[in-house]
C-alpha cells in the first residue's frame, strides 16, 4: 500500500485512527475559525473532522449494546431538564423539520428538545470541509440533492421555500456545460486483475438518455478483452435489440419483466453471457443500493438498460417516478444546507445570517445548540435507549457519555432509523414490529477525497468513471456548483473534490439480505482499509494521466453510512402493489400513544421529501390527538 505520507499522521485516540489533513492545524481541525470579520469560534466544529465519518466511533455502540446484547440502562429517578412540549429523537431532517412543523402550530414558545445519536445533526446529509492549501473545499458525505421537487408534494415544497431556499436559482448555480465544455464526458474504468490491463473507455450505453452512437458503443466494445461474439451481442443489447420476448403480448411482457431480474433477462432470454452480466451489474447501485442481479427487468426497461429497447413496452411501462426537472437542485454540501436552513429557522442564533447562499459558508456555532436558555434545543451524543408513554406524557431515557438521563415531553416524534424503534418502545406491538422487519435500510459509503488538482481527470477526458469490478463502483468528480462564496474549481490546477461511491453488496442474494450482508462487511472495515482501495483505485485509473496520490490527494472523509438509504419497494421480492402510499410501512410507522414516527424509513422513501412529509404527517397526528 502507499501511504499518503503528505496527508496524514496518525494519532490514536481511544483506538480511533483520526487523520489530520496536512496543512491543517489541528485547531482548526477541531472548529477553531471565524463566523464573522472580528469573531472568533473556538468551539466544536465537526464538518471540519476527517477519517472515518458518518457513522462514526461513538455514534451507534450505545445502540448495538441495546438491540445485538440487549443491555438496559437504569431509568434515572431525576428528569435532566423541565418538562418539554415535544421531545424529538432524532436530528436529521425528518426530525428537524417536525421541530419546525410543531412550532408553526404551537407557538413560537414551544420548548422543543432534540436528540441525536451523532456529534453533528443532519443525519445523512453531512457536511465534510477540508483545508486544500489555504482553500477550503466544501462537499457532501450523505443526502446528495433535491431530486424532482416539481413531484413534491405541497408540503414539501412549501418547507423548502419557507427556509429560504430558491429552487430556480439553482439554474444559475448549477453549470450543467462545465464538463462539457472541456470535452469531459463519463465513462468506464476496467481494471487489471479483471480485464488484463488497467484501462478507460467511453460508456458504450447511456441510462435515461438516447442511444449511445454506434462508433462510440464499437470503440468502447472493441477495448473490452471480451471473445469477438461476445462484442457483438453487447453491440446487438446496446445498438438495436430485437424484440427478445417476441410472440407475447406487452401485458404478458410486462409481468414477465416484472418477476425476472434484469439480469437474468440478459442470460436467459437475450442471449448475453456472465461476462455481460456482471459488467452491467453494479452500473445501478448508487440509485437502489443493489445490483442487476436483484432489480427487476421491468426497472431496466423503465431506465433504458441495453436489450430493452426492441420490446415495445415503453408507452405501457409503469412509472412511479414521473418528472421533467433536472438534475441540477444540490448545494456545495448537499442536503446538508437543507439541515442547516432548518437549524437557522428554529435557532437564528446558532447559523448567522439571512439567505440560503450566505448559509453555505456560515459557520455553525455547535456551542449555542443546547444552551438552557433557548426554548428548541438540539442535544448530539445522545442515544435514545428508551420511550415510553406515562402519565398522559412520553418518558425519552437517552445514553451521553456512558451515563444515563431522563427527560420528559408531553408529546414525543421518533425520528430515527425505524429498525430500532422496537427496542426502545416497550407497547410496541407484535403485528408493528413484523412490518419495521421488513424495511431493511440500505448501506452505502460516500467518500470524499480532497484533491490538490484534477489534470489527471482532464487529460483523460472523464468526469465520472464506473468501474464494473473495481472496489468503488464510481469515482466522480464533484457537481460544478457556484454559489454562496463558492466557486467550483476553475482550472485543472485548482483544488477540487472527487466523490467516490461504495456500495457493500451480495450478488445472488435477495435484497434484504444482501443489506444486511453488506453492513456487516462495513462494520469489518477500517480506514485504513478504505484509503488502501482508494490510492489503489484511483492510481489504476489515472496514474498513466499523471496522477500521483501521495502528492495530490491532500484529505480524505469516509462517510460509512451502515443504516443508509431507506428502504424502498421492490416489484422482484415485494407485492408490486406496495408504494410510499401502501405497504407495511404505514403498519410500521402507527403511533405509540403521545409518540408519532417520522423518517424517511416511514415513508419507504429515501428522499427529502420523504423526510419532510413524514415529518409533517407526525406533527398531525399529534395535535389531532
Not at 466511533?57 to 446484547?69: C, L, Q, T
Amino acid at each position: 500500500m502507499t501511504r499518503l505520507s503528505s496527508i496524514t499522521r496518525r494519532d490514536f485516540l481511544g483506538g480511533v485512527s483520526l487523520p489530520i489533513v496536512a496543512g491543517l492545524a489541528p485547531a482548526a481541525l477541531f472548529g477553531c475559525g471565524g463566523n464573522a470579520p472580528g469573531e472568533t469560534y473556538a468551539g466544536p466544529y465537526p464538518p471540519a473532522l476527517t477519517g472515518m465519518r458518518g457513522s462514526h466511533a461513538g455514534s451507534f455502540e450505545v445502540a448495538h449494546a441495546r438491540a445485538w446484547e440487549g443491555k438496559t440502562w437504569p431509568r434515572p429517578e431525576m428528569q435532566t431538564d423541565e418538562d418539554y412540549d415535544l421531545v424529538v429523537i432524532g436530528g436529521g431532517i425528518s426530525g428537524l423539520a417536525a421541530a419546525h412543523f410543531w412550532r408553526q402550530r404551537a407557538g413560537e414558545n414551544a420548548r422543543i428538545l432534540i436528540l441525536d445519536n451523532h456529534d453533528d445533526f443532519g443525519g445523512h446529509a453531512k457536511r465534510n470541509e477540508f483545508d486544500v492549501d489555504g482553500e477550503k473545499l466544501i462537499g457532501y458525505g450523505g443526502s446528495q440533492s433535491l431530486d424532482g421537487p416539481s413531484a413534491w408534494s405541497k408540503v414539501a415544497r412549501d418547507l423548502v421555500k419557507e427556509i429560504g431556499i430558491d429552487l430556480e436559482k439553482f439554474h444559475d448555480y448549477f453549470d450543467s456545460e462545465f464538463y462539457a465544455r472541456r470535452n469531459m464526458t463519463r465513462g468506464l474504468y476496467l481494471n487489471k486483475p479483471h480485464y488484463g490491463a488497467d484501462r478507460l473507455i467511453d460508456e458504450p450505453y447511456a441510462l435515461w438518455s438516447s442511444t449511445p452512437s454506434e462508433e462510440v458503443v464499437k470503440t468502447a466494445v472493441s477495448s473490452i478483452p471480451w471473445p469477438q461474439d461476445v462484442r457483438a451481442k453487447f453491440a446487438e443489447l446496446a445498438l438495436a435489440p430485437p424484440d427478445y420476448l417476441a410472440g407475447k403480448s406487452v401485458t404478458e411482457k410486462i409481468d414477465l419483466l416484472r418477476r425476472i431480474s434484469y439480469e437474468r433477462f440478459l442470460l436467459q432470454y437475450a442471449g448475453a453471457n456472465e461476462d455481460i452480466a456482471v459488467f452491467l451489474r453494479r452500473s445501478i447501485t448508487g440509485l437502489w443500493g443493489v445490483g442487476w442481479d436483484a432489480l427487476s427487468a421491468l426497472e431496466g426497461a423503465r431506465i433504458g438498460m441495453p436489450g430493452m429497447a426492441g420490446l415495445g413496452v415503453e408507452g405501457a411501462i409503469p412509472l412511479p417516478y414521473d418528472n421533467d426537472d433536472p438534475y441540477i437542485f444540490h448545494f456545495p454540501d448537499g442536503n446538508a444546507s437543507v439541515a442547516r436552513l432548518l437549524v437557522r429557522a428554529l435557532r437564528p442564533d446558532v447559523l448567522p445570517g439571512a439567505t440560503m447562499e450566505d448559509a453555505v459558508t456560515a459557520q455553525a456555532r455547535y456551542d449555542l445548540l443546547d444552551v438552557e436558555e433557548a426554548p428548541i434545543r438540539i442535544r448530539l451524543n445522545s442515544t435514545a435507549v428508551e420511550a415510553k408513554n406515562i402519565d398522559g406524557g412520553v418518558d425519552v431515557v437517552y445514553v451521553t457519555g456512558g451515563d444515563a438521563f431522563r427527560v420528559r415531553g408531553k408529546n414525543a416524534i421518533y425520528a430515527g432509523y425505524l429498525h430500532m424503534l422496537p427496542y426502545i418502545a416497550p407497547e410496541i406491538g407484535a403485528v408493528q414490529r413484523e412490518a419495521v422487519e421488513t424495511l431493511e435500510k440500505i448501506p452505502l459509503v460516500y467518500v470524499n477525497v480532497a484533491l490538490r488538482n484534477w489534470r489527471a481527470f482532464d487529460k483523460a477526458g472523464y468526469h465520472r468513471l464506473y468501474s464494473p469490478q473495481g472496489f468503488f463502483e464510481s469515482i466522480a468528480l464533484d457537481f460544478p456548483v457556484s454559489m454562496g462564496g463558492v466557486t467550483f474549481s476553475r482550472s485543472p490546477d485548482q483544488p477540487v473534490i472527487a466523490h467516490l461511491q461504495y456500495v457493500p453488496t451480495e450478488a445472488g442474494l435477495p435484497e434484504r439480505e444482501q443489506h444486511r450482508a453488506g453492513r456487516a462487511k462495513l462494520y469489518e472495515m477500517t480506514f485504513d482499509d478504505f484509503e488502501t482501495q482508494i490510492v489503489e483505485q484511483m492510481t489504476g485509473m489515472l496514474g498513466p494521466f499523471g496522477f500521483d496520490a501521495a502528492r495530490d490527494i491532500a484529505g480524505i472523509t469516509v462517510n460509512r453510512w451502515p443504516h443508509g438509504y431507506a428502504y424502498e419497494y421492490n416489484e422482484l421480492y415485494d407485492p408490486w402493489t406496495w408504494s410510499p402510499a401502501y405497504g407495511p410501512h404505514v403498519t410500521a410507522r402507527q403511533p405509540l400513544g403521545r409518540m408519532s414516527v417520522a423518517n424517511s424509513d416511514a415513508s419507504a422513501l429515501a428522499y427529502v421529501q420523504g423526510a419532510i412529509d413524514a415529518a409533517h404527517r407526525a406533527v398531525n397526528e399529534l395535535l389531532a390527538l
